[in-house]
């Protein structure tokens, strides 16, 4: 079998919503040594991917400590793979010649549309930094930084191509204009999606052929028109990559707990840096993970000493989960036998997956 683009759905967090086609609960983003692992998986079983697309359950650049973990691994491990991602496009301006140095290629960007009105209908909300906007305010953002995106990816030499998806009624007669606008952007290339409900309650009809052709139609007038040839193949649950070398930490007896680093309990929603203390996870005598107690983070210091008292502090756990983290701490806590996993998702689910839990389990107390 052979996989044009696999898409890697890696992407922990979301920065925006729309109001038609969103998946309440969509499956948990994989860990940076995951993707890895089940790239490996797929070519050990005779599959031959020839370039990944980080993309989904949310925006490729709206954690990028975890997505320049990610693509570090990719670099090591897979040089010769070709690496897309997709995106709205926030900080993507900011962050492009980065995203060239750890070899990107292409930036899949979706822009649905360029003229306000019509984006109020498309997005429920937007957040382009750690706070939510009222979308009047975060559309006009929405564009400018769009459109600067196109510039800074193309001037650092990775390749943009625009996703749009056709929503009958709100943006199919808009294509045109779109099209023109985005070539007066410095775009080349687009592929237009069908809008398709993933719910019988959707409140939108899924986008037919002949409209989804129509406005290809329209594009083409000032684009070229591309297909979308990625490969969508759901990643193994819980881990489970058959004949793969398995990256993921494993608890061991001299460390069978997990550190995470969090404000609301709930969700690992912590920078490394800014945690005062770790909630510590580990199995009780009947082998279920749960919450054992809190640990208060050791007072900072300077340098590397910092994270030299932290792995002192956590020595019997395994892996330490946080939202962001530097390179250094990173190298430094996994030489010293702590692996930092990077992700924005709940805590229950993830600390589950890193004990091998297929069904997610509710802790009683």
Request: include cysteine; hydrophobic fraction near 40%.
């Given at each position: 079998?052979?996989?044009?683009?696999?898409?890697?759905?890696?992407a922990?967090q979301?920065?925006?919503?729309?109001?038609?086609?969103?998946?309440?609960?969509?499956?948990p983003a994989?860990?940076?040594?995951?993707a890895i692992?089940?790239?490996?998986?797929?070519?050990?079983?005779?599959?031959?991917?020839?370039?990944?697309?980080?993309?989904?359950?949310?925006?490729?650049l709206?954690?990028?400590?975890?997505?320049?973990?990610?693509?570090g691994?990719?670099?090591?491990?897979?040089?010769?793979?070709?690496?897309?991602?997709?995106?709205?496009?926030?900080?993507?301006?900011?962050l492009?010649?980065?995203?060239?140095?750890?070899?990107?290629?292409?930036?899949?960007?979706?822009?649905?549309?360029?003229?306000?009105?019509?984006?109020?209908?498309?997005?429920?909300?937007?957040r382009?930094?750690?706070?939510?906007?009222?979308?009047?305010?975060?559309?006009?953002?929405?564009?400018?930084e769009?459109?600067?995106?196109?510039t800074a990816?193309?001037?650092?030499?990775?390749?943009v191509?625009?996703?749009?998806?056709?929503?009958?009624?709100?943006?199919?007669?808009?294509?045109?204009?779109?099209?023109?606008?985005?070539?007066?952007?410095?775009?080349?290339?687009?592929?237009?999606?069908?809008?398709?409900?993933?719910?019988e309650?959707?409140?939108?009809?899924a986008?037919?052929?002949?409209?989804?052709?129509?406005?290809?139609?329209?594009?083409?007038t000032?684009?070229?028109?591309?297909?979308?040839?990625?490969?969508?193949?759901?990643?193994?649950?819980?881990?489970?990559?058959?004949?793969a070398?398995?990256?993921?930490?494993q608890?061991?007896?001299?460390?069978?707990?997990?550190?995470?680093?969090?404000?609301?309990?709930?969700?690992?929603?912590?920078?490394?840096?800014?945690?005062?203390?770790?909630?510590?996870?580990?199995?009780?005598?009947?082998?279920?993970?749960?919450?054992?107690?809190?640990?208060?983070?050791?007072?900072?210091?300077s340098?590397d000493?910092?994270?030299?008292?932290?792995?002192?502090?956590?020595?019997?756990?395994?892996?330490?989960?946080?939202?962001?983290a530097?390179?250094?701490?990173?190298?430094?806590?996994?030489?010293l036998?702590?692996?930092?996993?990077?992700?924005?998702?709940?805590?229950?689910?993830?600390?589950?997956?890193l004990?091998?839990?297929?069904?997610?389990?509710?802790?009683?107390?």
């Open positions: 079998m052979q996989i044009n683009t696999l898409i890697l759905p890696a922990p979301v920065n925006n919503r729309k109001s038609f086609g969103e998946i309440d609960k969509p499956a994989l860990f940076p040594d995951e692992a089940w790239i490996d998986d797929l070519i050990k079983r005779g599959k031959k991917v020839f370039s990944v697309n980080i993309c989904d359950p949310g925006d490729a709206a954690a990028p400590d975890t997505l320049f973990s990610l693509l691994l990719l670099e090591e491990k897979h040089p010769d793979c070709p690496v897309k991602l997709t995106t709205i496009g926030l900080n993507a301006a900011s492009a010649k980065d995203l060239a140095d750890k070899k990107v290629t292409q930036v899949n960007l979706c822009i649905e549309a360029v003229e306000k009105d019509i984006l109020k209908k498309i997005y429920t909300w937007i382009p930094g750690k706070k939510t906007l009222p979308l009047p305010q975060a559309i006009p953002l929405l564009l400018q769009q459109k600067e995106a196109i990816l193309k001037q650092a030499g990775i390749n191509n625009i996703y749009t998806t056709i929503y009958p009624g709100i943006n199919d007669h808009h294509i045109n204009t779109l099209a023109e606008t985005l070539v007066s952007w410095g775009a080349s290339s687009i592929t237009l999606l069908p809008f398709v409900p993933v719910s309650e959707e409140k939108l009809e986008c037919e052929t002949a409209l989804l052709e129509e406005a290809k139609k329209a594009a083409a000032h684009l070229k028109i591309t297909t979308d040839v990625d490969i969508h193949l759901p990643p193994p649950s819980g881990g489970d990559f058959q004949n070398t398995n990256l993921i930490p608890p061991s007896k001299e460390r069978p707990n997990v550190a995470v680093a969090s404000m609301s309990g709930m969700d690992v929603d912590l920078h490394l840096g800014q945690a005062a203390e770790f909630l510590i996870y580990g199995p009780r005598e009947d082998g279920l993970a749960c919450l054992l107690e809190k640990r208060a983070a050791p007072e900072g210091g340098g000493s910092r994270w030299q008292a932290l792995a002192q502090t956590l020595s019997d756990c395994f892996a330490l989960l946080a939202s962001h530097g390179q250094n701490p990173q190298n430094i806590l996994s030489d036998g702590i692996k930092i996993l990077l992700t924005e998702e709940n805590i229950e689910g993830t600390v589950d997956v004990y091998g839990g297929g069904k997610k389990k509710k802790c009683k107390k």
